[in-house]
């Protein structure tokens, strides 16, 4: 039933921003705090015990791809109302602070790419199967 | 009769808001394939009309909803709101197998954490110097030059207000345009040409539709290598920066 599928992710949201407020009132700052995080931890563990269990039904499937598909559409509407009026004035910073962590990330990469490579294990890993 | 269709779309703004939403898509992805030949991935280009609607929304009302406070578009408000948003998000971790969070091995997880800590250092660095000093703005806009979900994501569960949230989605949207366009010429320089590499750069770069679009105009089969490190970023940011990194800042500004 796709409604399985919806349903799984409706319980994984609310019960990982219940945790995410519950951690914001024990630090003490009024906030949600990694609720999102968690509860995508939650779907991650919770889909991979159901397809260990007993595999997950097509349809249940099917319930949560359309929510996976219209992540990107739903993000069009975010950016849609939000207030660039006034970020506008803050327009500088934006484009710096994009540009500058972009370089700043790609310098590192054969940094880190070099670390890994001493480790045979993960390199075989990496090789492509097919 | 245009008074009474006014009023339909307005009784049925969640509606008219996935209308609206697919007409800006489908623009998008023909300026992606007509204008750029597919460089510039056709999501990036439509949270970019998304940005200039809302500037253009502003402008037309002077309220601080961006396309949202035009009465017709209201619907967007609740499409594009933290529940339905949240939703979605958690939606596309859906499937990632834990086994596949092991091959990945420790260079995945090492460029997933320098990505998102090392970003949004760069990011709350950028903020200061621009004047901005309350632990919050820093913060946003610091999770920001994450991804364009990090940010706002952030800027939600901490409190900051619509024009923060919109600046760190501006961040954010520069990164992932930056690393489409940009990953193609870059490839040859940091040795982007094997699965092992494409998993170091989704970590770090994070933004999952840059790595996308940025790897598919490189190699594409190498685009699921780094994409799935990329998923994971995302959700490392919304894990630490609302926290953690939230809690670190504010004990350094205060």
């Not at chain 1, 910073?93 to 990469?109: D, H, N, P, R, S």
């Not at chain 2, 253009?56 to 406070?69: C, F, I, K, M, P």
């Amino acid at each position: 039933m796709v409604i399985y599928g919806v349903g799984l992710l409706a319980f994984c949201t609310i019960v990982g921003l219940f945790v995410g407020d519950l951690l914001g009132v024990a630090i003490g700052v009024q906030a949600n705090v990694g609720g999102v995080g968690f509860a995508m931890l939650l779907v991650i563990v919770g889909s991979n015990w159901l397809q260990r269990r007993r595999g997950i039904a097509q349809p249940t499937v099917q319930g949560v791809a359309f929510w996976n598909a219209i992540y990107i559409p739903i993000v069009v509407a975010m950016a849609a109302q939000q207030n660039v009026l006034a970020a506008l004035s803050g327009g500088l910073a934006a484009m710096t602070a994009g540009v500058l962590a972009v370089f700043a990330c790609a310098a590192l990469i054969p940094a880190i790419d070099r670390l890994s490579r001493k480790d045979p294990a993960a390199a075989r890993a990496a090789e492509p199967v097919s | 009769m245009i008074r009474t269709l006014l009023d339909v779309v307005q009784r049925n703004g969640l509606l008219a808001g996935f209308g609206i939403i697919a007409a800006i898509v489908w623009v998008a992805y023909l300026i992606s394939n007509r204008l750029t030949r597919g460089r510039v991935h056709g999501s990036a280009i439509a949270i970019f009309i998304g940005l200039v609607l809302a500037w253009a929304g502003g402008v037309a009302t002077g309220g601080e909803r961006g396309l949202a406070d035009v009465p017709a578009f209201a619907g967007i408000a609740l499409l594009g709101g933290a529940m339905l948003r949240d939703f979605a998000i958690i939606a596309t971790s859906f499937g990632v197998e834990a086994a596949e969070m092991k091959k990945a091995g420790v260079s995945g997880a090492v460029s997933l954490l320098v990505g998102v800590i090392g970003a949004f250092i760069v990011g709350a660095v950028v903020a200061w110097s621009f004047g901005y000093r309350d632990a919050i703005s820093v913060t946003t806009i610091g999770a920001g030059a994450a991804t364009f979900i990090v940010g706002p994501v952030t800027g939600a569960a901490i409190g900051a207000s619509s024009d923060l949230i919109a600046l760190s989605i501006a961040a954010g949207l520069v990164k992932s345009i930056l690393v489409m366009i940009g990953t193609p010429f870059a490839a040859r320089m940091i040795g982007l040409d094997n699965p092992q590499t494409a998993m170091v750069y989704g970590g770090l770069m994070g933004t999952t539709s840059g790595v996308a679009g940025g790897l598919a105009a490189t190699d594409p089969a190498l685009v699921p290598y780094g994409a799935m490190t990329a998923t994971f970023y995302t959700g490392l940011g919304c894990l630490l920066c609302p926290s953690v990194l939230f809690l670190a800042v504010r004990a350094l500004v205060g």
